[in-house]
Nanobody
Framework: QVQLVESGGGLVQAGGALRLSCAAS????????MGWFRKAPGKEREFVAS????????GYSDSVKGRFTISRDSAKNTVYLQMGSLKPEDTAVYYC????????????WGQGTQVTVSS
């Protein structure tokens, strides 16, 4: 069974930075896309970023483009989200996700890690 364990969340002031990590286990992820979603209170769940297995292809939502960077260490089955220039509206629970390259659906989700940005 796939397990995704996030870490790195916390409280930070506006303008600050945080790095989230997600360690994946349970299978070989060579044909999988990894990424991040977030869910803020009272808002819809939102795609944040994704990265291909090789790391050569990345995607970002417009709301984080230029401020967040996604990367992965395939040898460690770990994906990272470096978040900078944080804003209060970035406050949310951040979820690590995985999907097969053949699918548009993220089938596997982590338990989430809270990020709170104070103004």
């Amino acid at each position: 069974q796939v397990q995704l364990v996030e870490s790195g969340g916390g409280l930070v002031q506006a303008g600050g930075a945080l790095r989230l990590s997600c360690a994946a286990s349970g299978r070989t992820f060579s044909s999988y896309v990894m990424g991040w979603f977030r869910k803020a209170p009272g808002k819809e769940r939102e795609f944040v970023a994704s990265i291909s297995w090789s790391g050569g292809s990345t995607g970002y939502s417009d709301s984080v483009k230029g401020r967040f960077t996604i990367s992965r260490d395939s040898a460690k089955n770990t994906v990272y989200l470096q978040m900078g220039s944080l804003k209060p509206e970035d406050t949310a629970v951040y979820y690590c996700v995985v999907r097969s390259v053949q699918s548009r659906t993220y089938a596997f989700w982590g338990q989430g890690t809270q990020v709170t940005v104070s103004s």
